[in-house]
């Protein structure tokens, strides 16, 4: 009886061996397979939205409070008391591309606000190579007889086109965080939100399509409160799950080709202090992206003098970046400046409040 116990034993452990073996094999082919396909899938929208934002870099999920937020961090825009119209144009890659983004943010009684946020990378001119000088002739061919070389002038050109639509829902919400007896209520503001997003890739005459959600929240306090020390400022922790479930495009193709964007998770703090004496404050923040083939650390600081100006600058992964906002009343432009290995660029946008 000892015997057969210690067999049966045996053939349990070598079955949870197996089992567990399979798990690990299946989970590793879930997790490799997605990362050799998605790498470059959604490359386009890495570029980002807004032009405040990109000055410091990207380093904004945790300040997260004008419309590019729908992006960065969409619980951002429930910091919004006005209705907010944004447009931003620039000139990618020594002026191959075209960068475009526009914003509309809608506050909503009881502290919620919508938004609707469309990016477009259009690249004109793309010139179009007809296979039929290559039909009948061989390599050989062509490099030897003069009358079969290729022109090199194209048969025709056409415009590829990156959209990505978002439609965006936050809500801020106040509470008093009790620590216990002999401590203070401290007061907190918390932002929840997210965002759907519908995806449209065109090359010549195929078309992508796919859509995808964001979760995201915005935790904002005074340390003033919590250590009692009048001249501290604000502490904010951004955080934004991109692609949740990961993102499928899929292509018109005969083949139905499907791409896919892999879940990005984006961690921010920001720290504002006031310098109420010159009538200004400060901002530092980092941001750190973490997905499955990277890991990019952001960071920016920004001067802000009495809501007339402010200048910003930023780092990451190698690149540099700066900006300045004048404010009229209502109306900001914005100005960023972007150095990139594939082509510095300038970036110019606009935003009205109502």
Not at 68 to 88: T, V
């Amino acid at each position: 009886m000892d015997n057969n116990y210690s067999q049966d034993n045996l053939i349990i452990t070598l079955k949870k061996i197996l089992l567990f073996c399979i798990v690990t094999v299946t989970l590793l082919i879930l997790l490799i397979t997605p990362l050799n396909a998605g790498r470059y899938a959604g490359d386009f929208m890495e570029i980002g939205s807004g032009v405040r934002a990109l000055g410091l870099s990207g380093s904004f999920t945790a300040i997260a409070d004008d419309g590019s937020a729908i992006y960065w961090n969409a619980a951002g825009i429930a910091q919004l008391k006005q209705i907010e119209i944004g447009i931003m144009r620039s000139y990618l890659y020594n002026g191959l591309a075209y960068y475009d983004h526009l914003t509309y943010c809608q506050p909503l009684p009881n502290d919620a606000t919508i938004g609707i946020n469309w990016t477009r990378l259009s690249i004109p001119d793309v010139p179009v190579f007809d296979e039929k000088h290559l039909i009948g002739t061989s390599v050989d061919q062509r490099v030897t007889y003069s009358e079969l070389h290729l022109t090199g002038v194209p048969d025709d050109f056409f415009t590829a086109y990156d959209d990505l639509i978002q439609f965006a829902f936050a809500k801020h919400l106040q509470f008093d965080l009790n620590l216990g007896w002999g401590f203070f209520k401290l007061p907190v503001d918390l932002h929840l939100g997210g965002n759907m997003k519908y995806i449209r890739r065109t090359i010549q005459d195929y078309t992508g399509t796919g859509t995808g959600f964001d979760l995201s929240m915005l935790i904002d306090t005074e340390l003033s409160n919590w250590f009692d020390v009048k001249w501290f400022g604000d502490f904010a922790i951004g955080l934004n799950f991109q692609n949740l479930g990961n993102t499928a495009i899929i292509w018109d193709t005969v083949s139905k080709n499907k791409d896919e964007i892999l879940l990005n998770t984006k961690l921010g703090f920001a720290y504002t202090q006031p310098l109420e004496s010159l009538s200004s404050n400060i901002i530092i923040t980092t941001d750190t992206d973490f997905n499955s083939y990277d890991r990019i650390q952001r960071f920016g600081l920004e001067y802000q003098y009495d809501q007339i100006l402010a200048g910003r600058i930023g780092y990451s992964n190698k690149n540099m970046s700066s900006g300045l906002t004048v404010s009229f009343f209502d109306l900001n432009i914005d100005y960023a400046f972007v150095t990139n290995v594939l082509g510095n660029s300038h970036r110019v946008g606009l935003r009205v409040y109502f």
